[in-house]
């Protein structure tokens, strides 16, 4: 291992706009209350009062991830915005009770043509996911943007 690798490596724990245990930079703050939401407000595109995002949760695409008040991401919950320029977000409101597990996703792949593999078909646009105030969604949940 050289040293230029591992310097690449931190760099981009550092600046990767995703949260998880696969980023050791970021994920060790999760585990304090105080620069879990220092790090959430830097990170998110909204990330309100009381708002939490437990360790061992992912976010890909932070920047397009708005948290509203008093909402908490347990462990092993995975919110996937899309990465790509004009991609949608995913917004959850004040008050929202996710249990831990939940996936949210804002795409999907392809899958039209049985005789072509899943992996080249390529994906479906994405389209904003909305959780509203209040709701309550538990077990292990995925939500996907399929036509």
């Not at 550092?14 to 050791?24: E, K, L, Q």
């Not at 347990?74 to 004040?94: C, K, Y």
């Not at 804002?106 to 479906?124: A, K, L, Y």
């Amino acid at each position: 291992m050289k040293f230029a690798e591992v310097w690449k490596r931190i760099r981009f724990w550092r600046d990767a706009d995703r949260m998880g245990p696969d980023i050791p930079y970021t994920h060790w703050r999760l585990h304090f209350k105080s620069t879990m939401r220092a790090l959430c407000r830097r990170k998110f595109k909204y990330f309100g009062d009381g708002a939490e995002f437990r360790t061992y949760a992912y976010a890909i695409c932070c920047s397009k991830i708005s948290l509203g008040k008093r909402v908490i991401i347990r462990p092993d919950s995975m919110l996937f915005a899309d990465p790509r320029e004009g991609g949608a977000g995913i917004t959850i409101e004040d008050d929202v009770m996710l249990g831990s597990g939940v996936h949210i996703y804002v795409h999907n792949h392809r899958f039209d043509d049985p005789n072509i593999p899943i992996i080249d078909q390529g994906s479906f646009v994405s389209s904003p996911v909305v959780l509203k105030k209040g709701c309550w969604r538990w077990g292990i949940r995925r939500w996907s943007y399929e036509r």
